[in-house]
């Protein structure tokens, strides 16, 4: 195995209930299948929305899924890499947010 994460174990995520808890994975699963349906949102925005945020929390088994997806949903690679730079900036500007924290911790120490 060259890395941690093996696009090979990708497949195996649908059978997780066979090591245990079965009904939870169940549960999850048909969740999962419920959530990613035609909605007020279509199949296609939800496979773009799983994608950004796929690059959002760094999971390489969800930007391998999701990438596949949408592109079978008739994404483009401009929009699909739309979607990771709003993911980027969102994640950016969660950081930056905080910094009113720390301003207002230093204003306070500073008088």
Do not use: W
């Not at 549960?27 to 959002?56: C, M, N, P, Q």
């Not at 699909?80 to 950016?92: D, G, R, Y």
């Not at 969660?94 to 500073?110: D, P, R, Y």
């Amino acid at each position: 195995m060259s890395s941690y994460y093996n696009s090979e174990d990708l497949p195996k995520f649908g059978k997780i209930g066979e090591f245990g808890a079965k009904d939870l994975a169940k549960d999850f699963f048909k969740y999962y299948g419920e959530t990613f349906k035609d909605g007020a949102l279509t199949e296609r925005e939800k496979s773009l929305i799983a994608l950004a945020v796929a690059h959002s929390m760094q999971c390489p088994y969800c930007i391998d899924a999701y990438t596949t997806d949408t592109i079978q949903k008739g994404c483009t690679e401009d929009e699909m890499m739309e979607a990771v730079h709003v993911a980027a900036a969102l994640a950016a500007g969660v950081k930056l947010v905080h910094s009113v924290q720390m301003i207002n911790k230093a204003k306070e120490v500073t008088m």
